[in-house]
């Protein structure tokens, strides 16, 4: 098992034992309903034949059809793939959104594909899960090495087999419907999540002290979001370096560089420093959001903020998990601090039904409002429970989840004692 999975069954096992749902509940939960392998043969620009093979896991439907990203990377696998998708589940009920989760994910580095051959692969992937996604039943969107092009080939393809269907897949390009807002979405509700928890301490983030690891699209419009609103961003990381500056980084200059060069190398608005030594900058909020399993056993005593704000799926281990709770540091775990993206994908989908646009200030409030009631729910579950804000997140997403599972008659027996717990 990898470290991935390790965390979110952990994660969820330690809040599920707490509720006391039962044993059986728990197991029926934790297991994806349907995991699908597809070997993905391709012709390559040479004319040669490739295989490339991919997945996709679909975790849970209680709640409606299931969401998750799809992600092009060369370490993809099943587990890792498995350990999202249960991820998906519950954060889309933290948020109460109708849907369950999935993800999925074909095993190639995008960098080393042509436009055209990844055009074929994903062409070819849908050809393999064309019947068992659709917008009642399974959602894709964009993930690592996918983008609103991949989304645009996958609604194409799809509609060839079951008519005009956009849908089908969130993160789409504007002119097929995507939805306005959608980009930034997962920083808006960063930023949002992170004004939140630092109002509960009775602070604001004017003049605070902000360190990201990334600067992709989580890290930039967080990084954006958290400058806009008076936070000094002391320190940045991504794939090729780190940088430093005591009095704050220029964070709009810092993106117009990335937006040019591609990377925060060779920016010349703050000090180069070791990336090794990121976690232990003096500050006020981390926001890990690059990378999973970068919070460990090793790295956590030496973490110098004092809030830390996931922005990355699983940035945190159960042990660093275990060590910040200790230190009094407070987490705002993934689940609830990154779950703008799927908020707005929700929105989305809802436009692509309903055939009607929402403008952008629509849904920028629509956003607000969902996520300020989910850390709300959440904080006040932590409050009664005596528990942090992590397991709390898992009690209300595992609630919903177990409700509607009862509801539906999987697992009656249970039905009586989560009715009455919540
Ligand atoms: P991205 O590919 O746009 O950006 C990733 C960033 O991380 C890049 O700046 C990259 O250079 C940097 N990076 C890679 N390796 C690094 C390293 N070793 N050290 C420091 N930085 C490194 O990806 P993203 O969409 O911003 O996603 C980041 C994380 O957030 C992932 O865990 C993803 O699953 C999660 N997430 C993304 C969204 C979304 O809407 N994009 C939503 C929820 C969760």
């Known amino acids: 098992m990898s470290s991935a999975s390790e965390g979110t069954q952990h994660y969820f096992h330690r809040a599920a034992r707490e509720m006391g749902i039962g044993s059986r509940l728990e197991k029926v939960m934790i297991a994806p309903k349907r995991e699908v392998r597809v070997e993905c043969t391709i ?4 004319h040669e034949l490739e295989s490339f093979v991919g997945y996709r896991i679909q975790h849970d439907n209680s709640r409606g059809p299931m969401k998750g990203g799809l992600r092009f990377h060369p370490h993809v696998d099943p587990d890792e793939v498995n350990s999202l998708a249960a991820l998906m589940t519950f954060k889309t009920a933290v948020v109460n959104l109708p849907y369950g ?4 994910g074909i095993n190639v580095d995008p960098a080393k594909l042509s436009h055209s051959e990844l055009q074929r692969l994903t062409r070819s992937f849908i050809d393999g899960i064309h019947d068992i996604i659709g917008p009642q039943m399974d959602i894709p969107a964009p993930d690592m090495g996918t983008n609103a092009q991949t989304m645009a080939w996958i609604v194409d393809q799809y509609s060839k087999y079951h008519g005009w269907s956009p849908a089908v897949v969130t993160g789409k390009p504007l002119e097929l419907g995507g939805s306005a807002g959608r980009e930034a979405a997962t920083g808006r509700g960063l930023a949002i999540a992170t004004e939140a928890v630092l109002l509960d301490h009775s602070l604001d983030l004017d ?13 930039s419009w967080a990084a954006r979001f958290l400058y806009d609103r008076g936070a000094k961003i002391v320190a940045i990381s991504d794939a090729t370096g780190a940088i430093y500056r005591k009095t704050g980084v220029d964070i709009n200059a810092l993106t117009a560089h990335t937006q040019a060069k591609g990377s925060i190398s060779g920016f010349d608005g703050g000090d180069r420093i070791n990336p090794e030594n990121l976690f232990s900058i003096e500050c006020d909020v981390l926001v890990p959001a690059a990378l999973g399993n970068v919070l460990t056993k090793d790295n956590a005593a030496d973490v110098a903020a004092k809030f830390i704000i996931e922005g990355a799926n699983g940035p945190t281990t159960p042990e660093a998990d275990e060590i910040f709770a200790k230190r009094g540091i407070t987490v705002v775990p993934d689940i609830l601090a990154n779950a703008g993206g799927v908020v707005v994908s929700y929105f989305e989908w809802v436009q692509n039904i309903q055939q009607f646009r929402w403008t952008e200030e629509r849904v920028i409030a629509e956003l607000q409002s969902v996520m300020s009631e989910a850390y709300r729910e959440v904080k006040s579950i932590a409050k009664s429970s005596r528990c942090d804000l992590r397991t709390a997140a898992f009690e209300l997403a595992i609630s919903r989840v177990a409700r509607a599972t009862a509801l539906r008659g999987l697992e009656n027996e249970n039905f009586c004692l989560i009715g009455a717990q919540k």
């Not at 989760?101 to 999925?104: Q, S, T, V, W």
């Open 101 to 104: 989760g999935a993800k999925g």
């Open 207 to 219: 003049g605070l002290r902000i360190v990201i690891q990334g600067f992709g699209n989580v890290g």
């Open 43 to 46: 012709e390559m620009d040479n």
